[in-house]
Nanobody
Framework: QVRMVESGGGSVQTGGSLRLSCAAS????????VGWFRQAPGKEREGVAT???????ATADFAKGRFTISKDSAGHTMFLQMDSLKPERTGVYYC???????????????????WGQGAQVTVSS
C-alpha cells in the first residue's frame, strides 16, 4: 500500500525558503512517479512538481526557477526546495505516487495515490 508522509512545513516571510521532505513506503520505487501537490485555501489541489521513475523532473510553470524537486538515490525520500516564496504559495503541500506505465507522469491529481496529512506552508507579506 502506497504511503507518503510529509514534513518540513512552516511559516516564512516573503522571499524566504523552505524545504519539504516526503518519506515513501509500500511500493516499488523504481516503478513509480512521485510528486508534490498544493492545495491553497478554498481551491482545488494542483500539481507543483513531479519526478518520473527514470528521474526526470517536471515543474509547474508557477514554480519554475523557484522550486526544485529531488529524491534520494534509493527513492525512499523526496524533497521540495522552495525559494523566493510569495504569499500566494501558501497552502497545504502533499506528496503522492503513481505507478508509471507511460512516458510522462500524469497531470490529473486523481491518478495519484498515498495522500498523507500534508505539510502546511504559510508565507506572510
Amino acid at each position: 500500500q502506497v504511503r507518503m508522509v510529509e514534513s518540513g512545513g512552516g511559516s516564512v516571510q516573503t522571499g524566504g525558503s523552505l524545504r519539504l521532505s516526503c518519506a515513501a513506503s509500500g511500493f516499488t520505487y523504481s516503478d513509480y512517479c512521485v510528486g508534490w501537490f498544493r492545495q491553497a485555501p478554498g481551491k482545488e489541489r494542483e500539481g507543483v512538481a513531479t519526478i518520473s521513475r527514470w528521474g526526470n523532473p517536471a515543474t509547474a510553470d508557477f514554480a519554475k526557477g523557484r522550486f526544485t524537486i529531488s529524491k534520494d538515490s534509493a527513492g525512499h525520500t523526496m524533497f521540495l526546495q522552495m525559494d523566493s516564496l510569495k504569499p500566494e504559495r501558501t497552502g497545504v503541500y502533499y506528496c503522492a505516487a503513481h505507478r508509471q506505465l507511460n512516458r510522462d507522469c500524469p497531470a490529473s491529481v486523481s491518478a495519484w495515490r498515498g495522500w498523507g496529512q500534508g505539510a502546511q506552508v504559510t508565507v506572510s507579506s
